[in-house]
């Protein structure tokens, strides 16, 4: 246990970091799983739209140092990818 003032207010400080990570951490998840549920059973419009609302969410949480920019750049390009192959598979 902390025993200095300023060690109890940097463990107070702790506390409120972490639940605003863990906060802007599920947000991205759940958009992403929003992403992933129009892609499989929306259209391709639908899963663009949600495609742009998940790629601002996930960089603001690399933005904050929540998860890490190459992360980030990889859970994009991923999804963009599948997009990407909706899109196509829409038009064949």
């Known amino acids: 246990m902390a025993h200095s003032r300023t060690a109890r207010k940097r463990v107070r400080q702790n506390q409120k970091a972490r639940a605003r990570n863990r906060w802007r951490l599920s947000t991205m998840r759940e958009a992403i799983k929003e992403f992933n549920e129009a892609l499989l059973h929306g259209t391709a419009d639908a ?45 064949a």
């Open 47 to 91: 899963a663009g739209d949600c495609f742009k609302k998940c790629v601002r969410i996930i960089d603001r949480t690399a933005q904050k140092g929540v998860i890490h920019k190459n992360q980030a750049a990889r859970r994009k390009s991923r999804m963009s990818a599948k997009l990407k192959a909706k899109k196509l598979t829409k038009k």
